[in-house]
């Protein structure tokens, strides 16, 4: 089986082109996620025939759940169906569907090149059932406009949680001290499996550097902490903008590299950012 390693913002990815194959796609994606004994990996992406857009994907993470959507696997899935030769070099744009939506991707250029996808990634949810998250009839959580925050303690350390829905949910914790001095791998999986997420959730921690700048870290259902993610870094522009952090946009500063994200306080917000391929091989299927 072909595959092409890929990555966005240092979130990677093994993209196949599974459009003419079967396979348990999660026994596969545990195999060749797997740094060790396999490629090595965030998610297995594969790429898909759609009635409703111009190509459909489904992304596998490490633990072989089925992710709703990917902010940066969308971009990588444009990038490879633009190398490979299966879109017009010419195209201004194109459709893919994920589990979640039918995602609009825009390109910009650079002397002929694009160097930048970017991602319609819809409107964000904000109620209980969209997230989804359950509180089991406590009162403990508190509305900031439109979104739903909900204080939790881990280890001694108290969070505020902003929820939000990107298709899969999502947790924003904002912080004062620099992302990096935050204990991601002791806390991150508490919060993952935290049990008002029945599916369970992506936990970001964020520092507001001023009113167009994040820095932030992700914790992946599924993966773990990753150098970036798509649908996170939307996520966190939309908590910084509902709590009147930021402006209209904003660049989300990440370990793995930089994303942008366009947010007005309502409707669709846009993602933007890079997507490469690393290297190609032979999977022994």
């Not at 396979?23 to 195999?31: K, N, V």
């Not at 004062?176 to 959730?201: A, D, K, T, W, Y």
């Not at 930021?246 to 309502?266: C, R, T, Y």
Request: proline share 5%; net charge negative; hydrophobic share 40%.
């Amino acid at each position: 089986m072909e595959f092409t390693k890929m990555q966005g913002a240092g979130n990677d990815f093994v993209v196949v082109d599974g459009r003419n194959l079967e396979h348990d796609w999660s026994t596969l994606a545990i195999r060749v996620c797997n740094r060790h004994l396999g490629v090595g990996c965030d998610s297995l992406i594969a790429l898909l025939p759609s009635d409703k857009a111009d190509f459909g994907m489904r992304t596998f993470d490490a633990d072989g759940s089925e992710a709703e959507t990917c902010g940066n696997g969308i971009r990588c899935i444009a990038r490879y169906v633009l190398e490979k030769g299966f879109a017009s070099p010419d195209a201004e744009g194109m459709t893919i569907a994920t589990q979640a939506a039918v995602n609009i991707i825009s390109f910009e250029r650079e002397n002929g090149r694009i160097v930048k996808f970017w991602v319609n990634m819809k409107n964000p949810g904000f109620r209980q059932n969209e997230i989804p998250v359950d509180f089991g009839g406590s009162n403990g959580y508190k509305q900031v406009k439109s979104m739903l925050v909900y204080p939790v303690e881990v280890n001694g350390m108290k969070l505020m949680l902003n929820l939000v829905s990107m298709g899969n949910p999502h947790a924003v914790h904002f912080c004062e001290q620099p992302v990096e001095s935050f204990p991601m791998s002791v806390i991150g999986p508490v919060i993952e499996n935290l049990p008002i997420f029945p599916h369970r959730v992506n936990f970001e921690i964020a520092r507001v550097l001023d009113n167009g700048h994040v820095e932030a870290r992700v914790w992946e259902r599924g993966v773990g902490e990753t150098q970036a993610c798509g649908s996170g870094a939307c996520a966190i522009t939309i908590a910084s903008r509902v709590n009147g952090f930021i402006d209209d946009e904003a660049d989300i500063i990440l370990p793995g590299g930089v994303l942008q994200a366009k947010w007005n306080g309502s409707g669709d917000i846009i993602l933007g950012g890079p997507a490469e391929i690393v290297f190609e091989g032979v999977w022994p299927d």
